[in-house]
T-cell receptor, first 110, second 118 residues
Framework: AQRVTQPEKLLSVFKGAPVELKCNYS??????LFWYVQYSRQRLQLLLR??SRESIKGFTADLNKGETSFHLKKPFAQEEDSAMYYC????????????FGQGTELSVKP | GAVVSQHPSWVICKSGTSVKIECRSL??????MFWYRQFPKQSLMLMAT?????????EQGVEKDKFLINHASLTLSTLTVTSAHPEDSSFYIC??????????????FGPGTRLTVL
């Protein structure tokens, strides 16, 4: 079964502290992994995708196939990073269908 | 670019009535649109996948006769909640996948529609 698990519902850190939002997945094949972010009162938007291996707003995420993880990291959190973060998976030959994790609310305190 | 709109942004209706929600891709053609449901502080649950010119594919547990989806053009998909009941109250979000070839499978999301059934 395809599944995305984000074990933390809420993650609270102070400004400048490192952040790691955990994401584990279950999929028998080679999935595409994504991180989406939803700022307060805004629509969901793509933050990162594992294929592009890029860094956006200081965030990075590495796909670890051995551990079936795609954790999102940032070395120094900023207050404007406070938002809901969703890890998502798209399977092969599924027409782009996304399976979302439960989401983690990141709160960065001053 | 790649903007998706939804209309209305919020709607209140009486129990037993039907409500139509529109999802439009404003500056690109979308071969596929997806409809999600989101409860407060919870994840997005995929309801159905809508392909232009064909019948929608519904996820397990989603009643196709209750949630009617039409994808009449490459820029418009509609979700009609028929005979709405209070338990249908939720935040409905659509997303669109661009027609142009993309290696990244990116979906562009609408702002959502808040449905409240009294």
């Amino acid at each position: 079964a395809q599944r995305v698990t984000q074990p933390e519902k809420l993650l609270s850190v102070f400004k400048g502290a490192p952040v790691e939002l955990k994401c584990n997945y279950s999929y028998s094949g080679s999935p595409e992994l994504f991180w989406y972010v939803q700022y307060s009162r805004q629509r969901l938007q793509l933050l990162l995708r594992h294929i592009s291996r890029e860094s956006i707003k200081g965030f990075t995420a590495d796909l670890n196939k051995g551990e079936t993880s795609f954790h999102l990291k940032k070395p120094f959190a900023q207050e404007e990073d406070s938002a809901m973060y969703y890890c998502a998976l798209s399977g092969q030959n599924q027409g782009g269908k996304l399976i979302f994790g439960q989401g983690t609310e990141l709160s960065v305190k001053p | 670019g790649a903007v998706v709109s939804q209309h209305p942004s919020w709607v209140i209706c009486k129990s037993g009535t039907s409500v139509k929600i529109e999802c439009r891709s404003l500056d690109f053609q979308a071969t596929t649109m997806f409809w999600y449901r989101q409860f407060p502080k919870q994840s997005l649950m995929l309801m159905a996948t809508s392909n232009e010119g064909s019948k929608a594919t519904y996820e397990q547990g989603v009643e196709k006769d209750k949630f009617l989806i039409n994808h009449a053009s490459l820029t418009l998909s509609t979700l009609t909640v028929t005979s709405a009941h209070p338990e249908d109250s939720s935040f409905y979000i659509c997303s669109a996948r661009a027609r142009r070839p993309s290696a990244y499978n990116e979906q562009f999301f609408g702002p959502g529609t808040r449905l409240t059934v009294l």
